[in-house]
């Protein structure tokens, strides 16, 4: 059974860094992508930062690219998302996913059919 697990959330002040952890299970990292989404209070969900399994390529949406970063770590099946520079406007519930190892399929959310559940940033002014 695949199973993904987001933790990390919390408060943080604008110009603030945090991370964020995605602990999988179920399945095995060299086959498959992971992607880091998000969704801020009434808008819709949008991709964040995805990394393949394949060559540990890496894609960032424009509005996080510069600030946050994605990485894994394939002995305990983990994959972080590093976030700096905060803006009030990264306030969100974050979600991690897996899906096919193309960056480009999974910052679109193409394909991404497990994902796991969510964990607020909330980030002040």
């Known amino acids: 059974e695949v199973q993904l697990q987001a933790s990390g959330g919390g408060l943080v002040q604008a110009g603030g860094s945090h991370s964020l952890s995605c602990t999988f299970s179920g399945f095995t990292f060299d086959e498959y992508g992971i992607g880091w989404f998000r969704q801020a209070p009434g808008k819709v969900r949008e991709g964040v930062a995805c990394?393949?399994?394949?060559?540990?390529?890496?894609y960032y949406a424009d509005s996080v690219k510069g600030r946050f970063t994605i990485s894994r770590d394939k002995p305990t099946n983990t994959v972080y998302l590093q976030m700096n520079s905060l803006k009030p406007e990264d306030t969100a519930v974050y979600y991690c996913?897996?899906?096919?190892?193309?960056?480009?399929?999974?910052?679109?959310?193409?394909?991404?059919?497990?994902w796991g559940k969510g964990t607020l940033v909330t980030v002040s002014s």
């Open positions: 990394i393949s399994s394949s060559d540990g390529s890496t």
């Open positions: 996913a897996t899906g096919p190892p193309s960056v480009v399929l999974c910052i679109a959310s193409f394909g991404m059919d497990y």
